[in-house]
C-alpha cells in the first residue's frame, strides 16, 4: 500500500518571502509519479507541479520548485517569491503508472499554507 | 474549453437516503476518478473509469457504486446514505491514456447527511 504523509497541518509566510513544505511517502514500486496539488479557498484543485520518480533532475515551475530525494522518499515543495494568491491548502500526492488505464492517486492529508500581508 | 464539471454542487441528505452526483469530464478525457474528501483530510480514491470499465476500486463499502456513460460523463451512486459519508466529492479527469498522470478537478459536490 502507498502512504503519504503531510507533517506540517499549517504554516505561514511573509509575502515575497520563501517557504518548504514537506512530503514523505512509502511505496514499493519503482515507476510513479509525484504531485504537489493547490486547493485554494474556491475548492478546485490545480497541479501546481510534477515529478517522475525514473528523473533525478528536480522539477521546476516558475517559483514552484521541488527537493524530491528518491531513496529517502521524500519530495518537498519550495514557494519562492509567496504571493498573496498563493495561499490555499497544499496536498502532495503519489501516483502508481497503470499503462493504458489511467492513474490512481493517493493524497497526504494537506498543509494549509497563509501567505502574511 | 469547459473543464470538469459537476452537478449538483450542494445537497442534503438524510440517513438512509440514496445520492447521485454527476460529472463531465474534459472534453477529450477518457478517464474518470472519484475521490472523497472529508473535512480536514486529503482526497481518498473511490473510484476510476476508463472507456467505461472500471479500472480501479478504493476501499470504499458496496454501497457506493458508479458508471460511465458513452459520452465519458459519470455518475457516482451511494446508497444506505451514513452520516460519515459527508463529504465533498471531488470527480477528476485524465486522457486515461499512458501519460504523465495530471488530474484535472471539478470544483466538487459538497454532501451533508443529517
Known amino acids: 500500500a502507498q502512504t503519504v504523509t503531510q507533517s506540517q497541518p499549517e504554516m505561514s509566510v511573509q509575502e515575497a518571502e520563501t517557504v518548504t513544505l514537506s512530503c514523505t511517502y512509502d511505496t514499493s514500486e519503482s515507476n510513479y509519479y509525484l504531485f504537489w496539488y493547490k486547493q485554494p479557498p474556491s475548492r478546485q484543485m490545480i497541479l501546481v507541479i510534477r515529478?517522475?520518480?525514473?528523473?533525478?533532475q528536480n522539477a521546476t515551475e516558475n517559483r514552484f520548485s521541488v527537493n524530491f530525494q528518491k531513496a529517502a522518499k521524500s519530495f518537498s515543495l519550495k514557494i519562492s517569491d509567496s504571493q498573496l494568491g498563493d495561499t490555499a491548502m497544499y496536498f502532495c500526492a503519489f501516483m502508481k503508472v497503470f499503462p493504458d488505464t489511467g492513474n490512481q492517486f493517493y493524497f497526504g492529508t494537506g498543509t494549509s499554507l497563509t501567505v502574511i500581508p | 474549453d469547459a473543464g470538469v464539471t459537476q452537478s449538483p454542487t450542494h445537497l442534503i441528505k438524510t440517513r438512509g437516503q440514496q445520492v447521485t452526483l454527476r460529472c463531465s469530464p474534459i472534453s477529450g478525457h477518457k478517464s474518470v476518478s472519484w475521490y472523497q474528501q472529508v473535512l480536514g483530510q486529503g482526497p481518498q480514491f473511490i473510484f476510476q473509469?476508463?472507456?467505461?470499465?472500471?479500472?480501479g476500486r478504493g476501499n470504499f463499502p458496496d454501497r457506493f457504486s458508479a458508471r460511465q456513460f458513452p459520452n465519458y460523463s459519470s455518475e457516482l451512486n451511494v446508497n444506505a446514505l451514513l452520516l460519515g459519508d459527508s463529504a465533498l466529492y471531488l470527480c477528476?479527469?485524465?486522457?486515461?491514456?499512458?501519460?504523465?498522470?495530471?488530474?484535472?478537478f471539478g470544483e466538487g459536490s459538497r454532501l451533508t447527511v443529517l
Open positions: 515529478q517522475e520518480a525514473y528523473k533525478q
Open positions: 473509469y476508463y472507456e467505461k470499465e472500471e479500472r
Open positions: 477528476a479527469s485524465s486522457r486515461g491514456d499512458f501519460n504523465t498522470g495530471e488530474l484535472f
